[in-house]
Each structure stands twice: as C-alpha cells, then as structure tokens.
C-alpha cells in the first residue's frame, strides 16, 4: 500500500490517542464547575480569565456620564494612571493596573481573613472596580483637571446602600500627585478631612522650593501636593504622617512649613520603640474623631518588600508592620484612600511590590466597610 494512504490512517489513530477521558461531572466539587451539561464550561472557574480587575471585582463603567444610570456601589476602585509629577524614577502611570495584576490571586468569594474571620467583599458594601480615569500624558494641568472631574462623577452617584447615600473611592496611583485631586473630591463631599499620610517623605514642600522656582506649573508635583491641598483648605490641621525617614531641603524651613501645613510627623524608627500599638495609638489620637483620609505612598514600605517605587528610601516598615498598622486604625471614620507610587518596570520577578500593594488596598476597604459613614455636606 502507498504511503500516501498510510499517512492519514496513522494521523487519525495518533489523533484519537491524544484525546484525554475525563471523569463525569459528579467528580468535581459544586462550588468549582469544569463543565457544564452540554459540554465544556468557559465562562468559570479562573482568575486568568476575562478583565483583570481589583481583586475579581464586577466591572462598572462608572465614568459613563453624568446622566447615564449605572449599577449601583458603595466603595469604587479608581485607578489614575499619571507619573508627570515625579522627582524621580516614572513609572507609576502603570501602578493601577500593576496593583490590580498583584491582586489575581484574591476573589470576593475566598477573601475570609484567618484572624477575624471576616470577608470584607461579603460584607453590606457593593464594592466594583471603575477601571481608570483616561489621562492625558501630555499636559499635567489638563491630567488632573480629567482626575478632578472622574472623581466628581464617581462621588456624585447615588450609592447602593439606602442609608449611607455617597460612594467612597480606593484610588489606584499613578504618582503621589494624583492624592490632591482625590482631598478635592473628598472635601466636596464630606469637608475638610483629616489625612494620615503614610509615606518616606513629607510631600508638604513649599512649590518654591520644589519645582516653581522654574514655573507654577512644575510647582504641582508628587512632593508639594499636600502644601497645596494645605492652601485649599482641603485638610484639617490634626493631620499626620508615618513611615518618615528621607532627608528635606532645607534642615528646619521644611519641618516648620510642614507644621504649617497641619502635620504632625511619626519617624520610621518610631515603630523600633514604640512598637504598632504605640503607632496605632498616636495616629487615632491625632485625628480624633474627624472624617478621615488615608494616603499610602508604598515607598513607606523598605526597598526590600517594595523595590518598585519611584523614589525608594532605605530604612523603611516591614509589609507586615504596615498591614497591622492599618488593621489596627479599624473605627476611623475612612471617607477616601490611595495607594500610589507604585511603578511595576522596577518589581522583582515575583511581584514583591504588587502584591504588597494589593493587599494593602485589601486593608483600606475593610476599613471602610466596618465604619460606614454619612456624609454631612
């Protein structure tokens, strides 16, 4: 016989030997479909599969408009995806989607914390990912004028939840910058706010001295937005920082503007004295019983849990310290929260930052679940 006969009886027989017998639908848990009645199922079973939002989140086309009706949310995941305001290393315009890469492996039905018990997804809160303010890259002045609009779009719908009618918004950075248009959006919608700002850096600098000394337009920037915040009335004057260790400008103008600004400073090494009780205590005191913004600047984290950052300082907290740091804030009135700086070109191999960050995002939401609050604007 001819080859040529031969050759697709031997494919046929290869082929069929390739074929792999599966077992009956009744061997698979419930809760974890692989097929459906009429065959294979596509559309379960994978956190690699379809958008890669925050944490698996339902996707909300939330900037649709003004006048367009969406689905209803308690707490919205923004991410602004801006780095024009570094003094630094860039990156950071692709922090949002690098937190919501770190992030694959959590889901709204797996999320059970093994010290509470509790599952901040599962709790009354709808909580969706809006995807990212469309930004120019182009035009600083223009980029955050777009973020000021999103947030006032996002804050504006009516929430989910009938008692507590205004949205609160996680913010994904983007660069430290992208912090004053959310104190705005923040302000419009509960007053002035007092911020705990964890950071390496004081990022109160006088435009002057950081920037505008070559025009008001380079004044804005990721090291000077809370100044500017401090000029707009935005934030109250009990507001503090953590996690500080890089050096100033100048040796006693910068702490004394910075005491202008309302900020109270917590070194980093504060923490080796006076351990995260000692720390958690002095942030809830300074605040008191304001409305509250948290800030989370990942270079807070040292290099080694967070090399990818714009502008990393040695020194820093552990990811661990940090995470208890925040757990321990529970009972703070939390109206808005970032997580910025993260800029995933500089992360190792195995996503040290990214998944940082997205657990700490973890952390900011659930404190925003256990403490509803109603806005008084």
Same mark, same amino acid.
């Given at each position: ?95 949002? +989607?690098? %937190? =919501?890469?770190? #992030?694959?492996?959590? !889901? ?8 509470? /018990? &509790? ?113 707009? +009335?935005? %934030? =109250?004057?009990? #507001?503090?920082?953590? !996690? ?8 006693? /103008? &910068? ?119 109603? #806005?008084?604007?």
């Amino acid at each position: 016989m001819s080859f040529k006969y031969l050759l697709p009886l031997f494919l046929a027989c290869t082929s069929d030997a390739r074929k792999i017998s599966f077992p009956p639908i009744s061997g698979y848990h419930p809760q974890q479909p692989v097929f459906g009645q009429e065959g294979i199922d596509i559309s379960t079973g994978s956190a690699f599969a379809g958008l890669t939002t925050y944490a698996n989140l339902p996707y909300v086309h939330c900037l649709a408009g003004k006048d367009v009706e969406v689905e209803k949310y308690d707490i919205a995941i923004l991410g602004a995806p801006f780095d024009t305001g570094v003094t630094a290393r860039p990156g950071a315009r692709f922090g949002p +989607g690098g %937190i =919501r890469q770190g #992030s694959r492996r959590i !889901g709204p039905e797996m999320a059970f914390d093994v010290e509470t /018990g &509790d599952n901040v997804f599962l709790e009354w809160a709808h909580i969706v990912d809006c995807g990212d303010a469309p930004l120019t890259f182009l035009d600083n002045t223009v980029a955050l004028e777009q973020l000021d609009e999103a947030h006032k779009i996002i804050s504006a719908r009516l929430a989910s939840s009938k008692k507590y009618s205004v949205p609160r918004i996680v913010t994904l950075g983007g660069d430290h910058t992208t912090t004053l248009s959310a104190l705005r959006s923040a302000y419009q919608r509960w007053g002035q706010v007092s911020v705990i700002h964890f950071d390496s850096h004081l990022d109160t600098w006088d435009p002057e001295v950081l920037g505008g000394g070559i025009s008001h337009y380079a004044g804005v920037n990721h090291g000077t937005f809370l100044h500017i915040a401090h000029e707009e +009335g935005l %934030i =109250r004057n009990n #507001s503090i920082h953590a !996690g500080i260790r890089a050096p100033v400008i100048r040796r006693k /103008g &910068d702490v004394k503007n910075d005491i202008r600004c309302g900020f109270e400073i917590l070194h980093a090494r504060a923490i080796d004295r006076i351990g995260v009780t000692g720390i958690v205590e002095k942030l809830k005191s300074r605040v008191s019983d304001s409305v509250v913004y948290i800030s989370v600047d990942i270079d807070v984290l040292d290099p080694a849990f967070a090399p990818a950052t714009g502008t990393a300082e040695v020194g820093g907290w552990t990811t661990r310290e940090l995470l208890s740091v925040l757990d321990g804030l529970r009972g703070l009135k939390v109206v808005g929260a970032d997580v910025v700086e993260v800029a995933p070109i500089y992360d190792n191999p195995g996503e040290t930052t990214v998944l940082a960050a997205a657990e700490v995002v973890k952390s900011l939401i659930g404190l925003m679940v256990h403490n509803p609050v109603k #806005s008084s604007v």
